[in-house]
């Protein structure tokens, strides 16, 4: 599975890719929504994983630019906040699952499973 990781965090950045590549996906990072965004319009992929708190621009609108991209393309949600709001809101953007963290590479693997 071709997979866009959109989070600020290198830890996790550096979990992701260990506990996703093991399993054979194909990996792309961003750093920044506007970086998430320049890969979106260049490439296809078949998930996206995004977290919400970012510096500047925040996880839901890395969404909203991702949907007029890409509308079809499943999305996970990774947050240390995951609140009712926050599934609210992801929700209304067609969030496809979320994952609270920090997460253990199988829950990571499941939620990817289930997508």
Do not use: W
């Amino acid at each position: 599975m071709k997979i866009l990781i959109v989070d600020d965090d290198p830890i996790i950045i550096l979990s992701c890719r260990r506990i996703l590549e093991a399993e054979k996906h194909e990996l792309r990072v961003a750093n920044t929504v506007d970086e998430g965004e320049s890969i979106l319009s260049e490439e296809s992929f078949d998930l996206m994983i995004t977290d919400i708190k970012m510096p500047g621009a925040d996880g839901f609108e890395m969404i909203r630019r991702a949907r007029k991209a890409r509308p079809e393309m499943p999305v996970l949600v990774m947050t240390g906040y995951l609140m009712q709001e926050t599934i609210d809101e992801g929700s209304s953007l067609g969030v496809t699952d979320y994952i609270a963290k920090p997460f253990t590479p199988d829950e990571l693997l499941r939620a990817i499973e289930g997508v």
